[in-house]
């Protein structure tokens, strides 16, 4: 089975700087996208960071220029590299990633960690 797994979380005042790590395991053949999620108390899931398999990226106008996102294919993992934090960035952060399953070829299929709790004062 797979098994997706955030890590990094963590109280950081503003203007410093976290790194979350999500890392997969199991019978993975590959990995196509990997994405950063948050959720903040009493807002909606949003979606913060992209990266595709050929490691282009995208992000929320909200975290351009202070967030990275990153992976590194031989660990199957994605890293998202937080800058300059502001106590709006507050929420679960959530990743998921869409895993080609080893000998289940024909499809990738989404698989979500559990979440990392990132909290900035002010």
């Known amino acids: 089975q797979v098994q997706v797994v955030e890590s990094g979380g963590g109280l950081v005042q503003a203007g410093g700087s976290l790194r979350l790590s999500c890392a997969a395991s199991g019978s993975i053949f590959s990995i196509n996208n990997m994405n950063w999620h948050r959720q903040a108390p009493g807002k909606q899931r949003e979606l913060v960071a992209t990266i595709t398999r050929g490691g282009s990226t995208n992000y929320a106008d909200s975290v351009k220029g202070r967030f990275t996102i990153s992976r590194d294919d031989a660990k199957n993992t994605v890293y998202l590299q937080m800058n300059s934090l502001k106590p709006e960035d507050t929420a679960v952060y959530y990743c998921?990633?869409?895993?080609?399953?080893?000998?289940?070829?024909?499809?990738?299929?989404?698989?979500w960690g559990r979440g990392t709790q990132v909290t900035v004062t002010s």
């Open positions: 998921n990633a869409y895993i080609v399953v080893s000998g289940q070829y024909l499809v990738a299929h989404d698989y």
